[in-house]
């Protein structure tokens, strides 16, 4: 592991990037089907949980230069209206809008600030960090979720909760659910 965080320290350096924090936005089954009945469709969902945790950026990108790297939510490439929200009261200017790329722009207090949705923006460093940790954090709660739903029923299997098993882990674990008045949507999202 020191080997790994010595590369990372130099791909740093060498970016000419500071690492000042790292968020993730977390929506777990309940919120995120709550939000899904909300707002209709899987894509506007991912943009409402977006909003929120850029929305945590406010103060910085209205502060200096900036650049916001996202991957693509879904198929969509065009973004105008999600970034306007974001650039509040500032006029948003569409640099491009393709196949692998769509990119918006406006001046905050004199400074431009730059929003871009790429196909495969784990390419660039903070993009790949992001999604790092959001793995990290989606390892950790199926952890817990197990560890959770092991204690309770003897003999069960834990899941990774991706498709492979997680369907079968879910028929196992139905009657104690039903038992203990979980829901299925408190556990599973909806699409």
Same mark, same amino acid.
């Given at each position: 592991?020191?080997?790994?965080?010595?590369?990372?320290i130099?791909?740093?350096?060498?970016?000419?990037?500071?690492?000042?924090?790292?968020?993730v936005?977390?929506?777990?089954?309940?919120?995120?089907?709550? &939000?899904?009945? =909300?707002?209709?469709?899987? %894509?506007?969902?991912? @943009? #409402?949980?977006?909003?929120?945790?850029?929305?945590? *950026? /406010?103060?910085?990108?209205?502060?200096?230069?900036?650049?916001?790297?996202?991957?693509? &939510?879904?198929? =969509?490439?065009?973004?105008? %209206?999600?970034v306007? @929200? #974001?650039?509040?009261?500032?006029?948003?200017?569409? *640099? /491009?809008?393709?196949?692998?790329?769509?990119?918006?722009?406006?001046q905050?207090?004199?400074?431009r600030?730059e929003?871009?949705?790429?196909?495969?923006?784990?390419?660039?460093?903070?993009?790949?960090?992001?999604?790092?940790?959001?793995?990290?954090?989606?390892?950790?709660?199926?952890a817990?979720f197990?560890?959770?739903?092991?204690?309770r029923?003897?003999?069960?299997f834990?899941?990774?909760?991706?498709?492979?098993?997680?369907?079968?882990?879910?028929?196992?674990?139905?009657?104690?659910?039903?038992?203990?008045?979980i829901?299925?949507?408190?556990?599973?999202?909806?699409?």
């Amino acid at each position: 592991m020191p080997k790994l965080a010595g590369r990372l320290i130099e791909a740093f350096r060498r970016s000419e990037l500071e690492l000042c924090e790292i968020r993730v936005r977390v929506a777990f089954p309940r919120e995120f089907n709550g &939000l899904l009945r =909300r707002v209709g469709n899987k %894509a506007e969902v991912e @943009q #409402v949980l977006l909003l929120d945790l850029l929305s945590k *950026l /406010e103060p910085w990108m209205h502060s200096g230069p900036g650049l916001l790297l996202c991957d693509r &939510l879904g198929g =969509r490439a065009r973004y105008a %209206a999600l970034v306007q @929200q #974001v650039a509040g009261d500032y006029p948003v200017c569409v *640099l /491009e809008e393709g196949v692998r790329t769509s990119a918006y722009q406006w001046q905050a207090e004199g400074e431009r600030v730059e929003m871009r949705f790429e196909i495969g923006g784990e390419r660039h460093l903070p993009v790949a960090l992001a999604s790092m940790a959001a793995k990290y954090l989606r390892e950790l709660a199926m952890a817990d979720f197990n560890r959770w739903w092991l204690a309770r029923q003897p003999g069960l299997f834990p899941t990774s909760g991706y498709p492979g098993d997680a369907g079968k882990f879910m028929n196992r674990i139905a009657p104690l659910m039903a038992r203990l008045g979980i829901e299925r949507s408190d556990i599973w999202r909806d699409r």
